[in-house]
C-alpha cells in the first residue's frame, strides 16, 4: 500500500500548506460513511457483505468482519461531496468501490430528497477510480474549490440527482 500511495500521490515529498488544507476533512462537515466489510463467506458481487452506513459521528455499526472499503460524505457549499474512497488493495476489480459509491448515493437520496447532485475530486494518477466514476454515470466538471490552486491535477465529477 505504501509503494502504491508514493506512486500516485508523491508520498515522501513535503506538501504545501493548501494541499493539506484542502485535502483535510473536518469531521464537523461529515453527515455519513460507508464501511464495507467482508465476513470471509466470500460476500455478494460486490466482494463484501454490503455497505453500512452510519452517522456523521464516524462510528461503524457493522455486524463483524474485515474491513475492505470505506467512503464518506460531507457537505461542502451545499453539495454532498464523496469522500475517502479507500478500498484494500487486495480487493479491488471485486466491486467493493462500485457498492460504497451505490451506498453513498442511497444515504444521499434518502437524507436530502432535494439533493441536486453528488460532487467529488479524484486526481490524474488514479484512472481505476476515474474508470468506475464514468461507469456509474459521474460526469466531468470544472475543478472546484478547495482544489483550483492547491491541486491542479484535480479531476472533478458529478452525479445529477434530479
Known amino acids: 500500500m505504501d509503494v502504491e500511495m508514493g506512486e500516485r500521490y508523491d508520498s515522501g515529498v513535503p506538501m504545501d500548506a493548501a494541499v493539506v488544507a484542502a485535502l483535510t476533512v473536518d469531521p464537523g462537515t461529515v453527515r455519513a460513511t460507508v464501511l464495507v466489510v467482508d465476513g470471509g463467506g466470500g460476500g455478494g458481487e460486490d466482494g463484501g457483505e454490503g455497505g453500512d452506513s452510519s452517522g456523521g459521528d464516524g462510528s461503524d455499526r457493522g455486524a463483524g468482519g474485515t474491513p475492505i472499503g470505506h467512503a464518506a460524505l460531507r457537505l461542502l457549499r451545499g453539495d454532498w461531496e464523496v469522500k475517502r474512497v479507500i478500498v484494500d488493495g487486495d480487493q479491488r476489480g471485486r466491486g467493493v468501490g462500485?457498492?460504497?459509491m451505490n451506498e453513498l448515493e442511497r444515504v444521499?437520496?434518502?437524507?436530502d430528497p432535494d439533493a441536486?447532485?453528488?460532487?467529488?475530486?479524484?486526481?490524474d494518477r488514479q484512472p481505476e477510480a476515474v474508470a468506475l466514476y464514468t461507469r456509474l454515470g459521474?460526469?466531468?466538471?470544472?475543478?472546484?474549490?478547495?482544489?483550483?490552486?492547491?491541486i491542479p491535477?484535480?479531476?472533478c465529477f458529478e452525479l445529477p440527482l434530479g
Not at 116 to 123: A, E, P, S, V
Not at 138 to 150: C, D, N
Request: cysteine-free; glycine content about 4%; proline content about 10%.
Open 108 to 111: 444521499v437520496r434518502e437524507t
Open 153 to 155: 491535477n484535480s479531476l
Open 138 to 150: 459521474y460526469t466531468p466538471i470544472p475543478t472546484y474549490e478547495p482544489y483550483i490552486e492547491a
Open 98 to 100: 462500485r457498492a460504497l
Open 116 to 123: 441536486r447532485r453528488l460532487i467529488l475530486q479524484t486526481g
